[in-house]
């Protein structure tokens, strides 16, 4: 049974920092892509980043220079260190593989930026 776990959300000011930790379980991690998703209220899921196994990266231009994802395929964990946070990137950020697996959505992370 796959299973993703998201963790290190919280609470952040305008302009601070937060860093989230997503664990693949189930799957073999090193052979997948794996993406950072997020979804604010009344909004569609937003593709934010996404890794190849050998460490390559893209980001969405709403994220590109402030937002950072990294693996470690011993640990099957992704991570994406987010910087410069804005009261817009206020959302539950999930992880998946991309392209995203529906069956493999987990409960996902809640960022709230705000002052």
């Known amino acids: 049974q796959v299973q993703l776990v998201e963790s290190g959300g919280g609470l952040v000011q305008p302009g601070g920092s937060l860093g989230l930790s997503c664990v693949l379980s189930g799957s073999d991690f090193s052979k997948n892509i794996m993406a950072w998703y997020r979804q604010a209220p009344g909004k569609q899921r937003e593709r934010l980043a996404f890794i190849g196994p050998s460490g390559h990266a893209s980001y969405a231009p709403s994220v590109q220079g402030r937002f950072s994802i990294s693996r470690d395929n011993v640990k099957n964990t992704v991570y994406l260190q987010m910087d410069n946070l804005k009261p817009e990137d206020t959302a539950v950020y999930y992880c998946?593989?991309?392209?995203?697996?529906?069956?493999?959505w987990g409960q996902g992370t809640q960022v709230t930026v705000s002052s």
């Open positions: 998946n593989t991309f392209p995203a697996k529906e069956d493999y």
